[in-house]
């Protein structure tokens, strides 16, 4: 253990500052308090860490989750105790999206909930469940040991997020500290890259090449890994057709020959979502085969009847849903390139017919493309607007998109040529407000435009955080599809359950113009098809913050890529794009 040649006095406010800048920390994303005063003395004073001050806990789990998602590096989130429950949104998502979060929350001194002390609350208690530890710093000397330690399990086997408790008597306290120091294999993720089980690896290679039929499905585990040339190059050689889940949405660019692009639930198309069903065998990548990805574990058809491979950094993920034939429990970067060496060296002709899938993708989404449904009055198709969005981003610009409309459409619809993480949706757990907050976050971790879609519905929980986006300075377009209505489940319960009129999912209009432009916004109202196009490029063009709003249908009206709901559509005989 490096130990410090001299022992340095630091008082706990410092000495966290100085930990996280061995880490390499640029950016932590927070709320201040009364509990947090003392750090933030010594951070205005000693460090230059960037402290982006948000309007609401919430909107600063989000932005965290989604900059840890973009840079690949854990990022740090800070919460006072009066806050610290409004945190739990982006801290569940991030740790069933398996995303490390450093969540510092303050809090009054030790033992001071039970005398009812205001603000306290046991928040190991409550953070316990969904972060990979929940602990307290008791003393400023432990703080060195407790950081390293934090980064280690966040960054590693499957990231997730790391709750650290800090009580606010430990900023001012003070200690003799000797093991100021960084892991800097800890300062990203993943951390490690464990190779699966070599004789498994090899069983599966025999799988896939003696399936007649083989397709590869990639949740967002191959984007967290960094395997996107593996997986590729992979598909390559062995000529197997990739779709992706859609968080895993970017795994490989989406115009390359044996991209599927997006299957399952939530924006997978019919011809791609048939051809995973009609595969004799499966080779699934860094999916936890949830519900939305599989169409409520239907998409593949009787799951007996085909074969399947499965590898993922999490063990309890591996057969979970599916039987599997083979389980590969490592990196998949790691375990694909081990994969990769041995076809090179022991099959380096393998005898598969090239397939390109280029022809298939651009007859169905022309069909949509050109559909032409008509849209009820007052609104414009969503399917426009994707498709002129898709046409205008650059490779560098970051969409981020939540349930409901504003991700249907564009999971779907927009082709992501370069590989990457650069679409993000939150489609672990689903909440509503994540589109607008996680593009804040995107913002400070990439360097290129920003395009938030997200509905009225999610809008209502995030409008004060607008401030935030407009301080920033960033470039960043919010796209509100406006319906006046919880769509999602309206169209849920219109489809699904035939409720003639759902209770309690529509409510008030609001000028959000107005409202945009109170915040110092660059507003625009798409109110034809034919202003989809130059109000986009001007909006993607300015530097600044820009909002535009375009009134589209409810789910239920015009019903989106949402399987179980065009199956329900086409018995009812309503207008459907799938």
């Given at each position: 253990?490096?130990?410090?040649?001299?022992?340095i006095r630091m008082n706990g406010a410092r000495a966290l500052l100085h930990m996280l800048q061995l880490h390499g920390v640029t950016h932590v994303f927070g709320l201040p308090g009364e509990t947090t005063i003392g750090w933030y003395k010594e951070w205005r004073a000693h460090s230059n860490i960037e402290f982006v001050l948000t309007r609401d806990e919430r909107t600063a789990s989000y932005a965290a989750e989604a900059y840890?998602?973009?840079?690949?590096?854990?990022?740090?989130?800070?919460?006072?105790?009066p806050g610290v429950?409004?945190?739990?949104?982006?801290?569940?998502?991030?740790?069933?999206?398996?995303?490390?979060?450093?969540?510092?929350?303050?809090?009054?001194?030790?033992?001071?909930?039970?005398?009812?002390?205001?603000?306290?609350?046991?928040?190991?208690?409550?953070?316990?469940?969904?972060?990979?530890?929940?602990f307290v710093i008791t003393n400023v000397a432990e703080i060195?040991?407790?950081?390293?330690?934090?980064?280690?399990?966040?960054?590693?086997?499957?990231?997730a997020p790391v709750h650290i408790r800090v009580p606010i008597n430990i900023f001012d306290e003070e200690a003799e500290l000797r093991d100021l120091y960084a892991e800097p294999e800890y300062s990203h993720y993943p951390a490690h890259r464990p190779v699966a089980d070599h004789a498994k690896i090899r069983a599966a290679i025999d799988i896939l090449l003696a399936a007649k039929n083989p397709a590869i499905v990639c949740g967002q585990g191959g984007l967290i890994s960094g395997a996107t040339d593996a997986i590729t190059q992979l598909a390559e050689r062995l000529q197997i057709p990739v779709g992706t889940t859609t968080p895993g949405k970017g795994t490989i660019p989406e115009d390359h020959p044996l991209a599927l692009r997006v299957i399952g639930g939530r924006g997978g198309m019919e011809y791609s979502n048939d051809?995973?069903?009609?595969?004799?065998?499966?080779?699934?990548?860094?999916?936890?085969?949830?519900?939305?990805?599989?169409?409520?574990?239907?998409?593949?058809?009787?799951?007996?009847?085909?074969?399947?491979?499965?590898?993922?950094?999490?063990?309890?993920?591996?057969?979970?849903?599916?039987?599997?034939?083979?389980?590969?429990?490592?990196?998949?970067?790691?375990?694909?390139?081990?994969?990769l060496e041995i076809l090179r060296t022991e099959y380096p002709t393998p005898n598969r017919a090239p397939l390109d899938?280029?022809?298939?993708?651009?007859?169905?989404?022309?069909?949509?493309?050109?559909?032409?449904?008509?849209?009820?009055?007052?609104?414009i198709s969503p399917v426009k607007l994707s498709q002129a969005l898709d046409a205008l981003m650059p490779d560098n610009a970051i969409v981020t998109s939540e349930p409901g409309v504003s991700a249907i459409y564009p999971s779907a619809l927009l082709t992501f040529r370069k590989a990457g993480r650069r679409y993000i949706t939150n489609y672990s757990m689903g909440a509503l407000g994540y589109a607008v907050p996680?593009?804040?976050?995107?913002?400070?971790?990439?360097?290129?435009?920003?395009?938030?879609?997200?509905?009225d519905g999610s809008l209502g929980f995030v409008l004060g955080d607008m401030e935030t986006?407009?301080?920033?300075?960033?470039?960043?377009?919010?796209?509100?599809?406006?319906?006046?209505?919880f769509g999602w489940i309206r169209g849920e319960a219109i489809l699904l359950d035939d409720v003639d009129a759902p209770w309690s999912t529509d409510f008030g209009a609001v000028d959000y113009l107005k409202v945009a432009e109170g915040f110092g916004f660059e507003t625009a109202r798409i109110t034809s098809e034919a202003e989809i196009t130059p109000i986009l490029s001007a909006a993607i063009a300015n530097p600044g913050a820009n909002f535009i709003e375009m009134r589209v249908p409810t789910q239920d009206q015009i019903v989106p890529f949402v399987p179980r709901w065009v199956r329900a559509a086409r018995a009812k005989n309503l207008p459907h794009f799938y």
């Open positions: 253990m490096p130990i410090t040649p001299e022992p840890a998602k973009i840079t690949g590096r854990p990022c740090v989130l800070e919460a006072p105790s429950t409004h945190c739990t949104p982006g801290i569940t998502e991030a740790f069933l999206s398996s995303v490390p979060v450093i969540f510092f929350s303050s809090d009054i001194p030790i033992n001071q909930d039970k005398k009812h002390g205001l603000t306290g609350v046991d928040q190991t208690a409550l953070y316990d469940s969904i972060c990979k530890e929940s060195p040991f407790l950081l390293r330690r934090a980064f280690r399990v966040a960054t590693s086997g499957r990231p051809y995973v069903r009609d595969a004799d065998t499966i080779f699934f990548i860094g999916t936890n085969t949830d519900s939305a990805a599989t169409d409520h574990w239907t998409l593949y058809g009787d799951a007996h009847s085909k074969t399947f491979v499965h590898l993922d950094i999490a063990e309890a993920h591996i057969g979970n849903n599916f039987p599997v034939d083979v389980g590969l429990v490592g990196d998949a970067r790691a375990t694909l390139d081990y994969m899938l280029t022809r298939m993708k651009r007859t169905a989404l022309d069909k949509v493309f050109n559909a032409n449904i008509p849209m009820p009055e007052g609104t996680a593009g804040l976050g995107a913002a400070y971790a990439g360097d290129g435009p920003v395009i938030s879609v997200t509905g986006i407009k301080r920033s300075g960033k470039n960043i377009t919010i796209i509100l599809t406006r319906n006046d209505s």
